[in-house]
Antibody
Framework: QVQLVESGGGVVQPGRSLRLSCAASGFAFSTYTMHWVRQAPGKGLEWVTVISHDGSNKYYADSVKGRFTISRDNSKNTLYLQMNSLRAEDTAVYYC?????????????????WGQGTLVTVSS | QSVLTQPPSVSGAPGQRVTISCTGSSSNIGAGYDVHWYQQLPGTAPKLLIY???NRPSGVPVRFSGSRSGTSASLAITGLLAEDEADYYC???????????FGGGTKLTVL
């Protein structure tokens, strides 16, 4: 069955960096577009970033553009989120989510599988 | 403006019908992009509830239905059950953002 398992969350000081990982199993990871979505404590869902199946296309939310980088290693079935220059407002549970589309069709995408999330707390 | 607007909360008694609206703009729903809905039970990850405006994934009860018209979409839940108490989110694509967009979420309370 499809499984997405995030890791790498924790407490980090403002201005520091953190890298999240999402280990995928149960499906052909290398053929799917993947996303990161976050949820601040007590708040709603916020889409963060997307990457195409081969890593050649990436989009970011304005709130993280220039600070976060999405990447993937298809040989390891793993999705990454490198987060630099972290701010208090980046505090959230970060979910990786599989896009239903296997081709690069971002306008058609939605999320059919989600991980359990990993909590990132940015605090001094 | 790239925003999907949902009511913060709705409520209904068991057995009743409730609807949750999702209002967008010409760069998302109004541009013809599909709307999808997610259910998030307390302390859990979101779950896909409706895709492509009105389609239910396997396993989602027929009590849940969706529709889209113009710049808005709606989720309807009939025959409310206590287990339906959750947060519900709409999602679409926004051409001005070149990315996905979620509504602010609606908390459903079953009285």
């Amino acid at each position: 069955q499809v499984q997405l398992v995030e890791s790498g969350g924790g407490v980090v000081q403002p201005g520091r960096s953190l890298r999240l990982s999402c280990a995928a199993s149960g499906f052909a990871f290398s053929t799917y577009t993947m996303h990161w979505v976050r949820q601040a404590p007590g708040k709603g869902l916020e889409w963060v970033t997307v990457i195409s199946h081969d890593g050649s296309n990436k989009y970011y939310a304005d709130s993280v553009k220039g600070r976060f980088t999405i990447s993937r290693d298809n040989s390891k079935n793993t999705l990454y989120l490198q987060m630099n220059s972290l701010r208090a407002e980046d505090t959230a549970v970060y979910y990786c989510a599989r896009d239903v589309t296997e081709q690069w069709l971002p306008h058609l995408g939605y999320f059919d599988y989600w991980g359990q999330g990993t909590l990132v707390t940015v605090s001094s | 403006q790239s925003v999907l607007t949902q009511p913060p909360s709705v409520s209904g008694a068991p057995g009743q019908r409730v609807t949750i609206s999702c209002t967008g703009s010409s760069s998302n729903i109004g541009a013809g992009y599909d709307v999808h809905w997610y259910q998030q039970l307390p302390g859990t990850a979101p779950k896909l509830l409706i895709y492509g405006n009105s389609n239910r994934p396997s396993g989602v009860p027929v009590r849940f239905s969706g529709s889209r018209s113009g710049t808005s979409a709606s989720l309807a839940i009939t025959g409310l059950l206590a287990e339906d108490e959750a947060d519900y989110y709409c999602q679409s694509y926004d051409s001005s953002l070149s990315g996905s967009l979620f509504g602010g979420g609606t908390k459903l309370t079953v009285l």
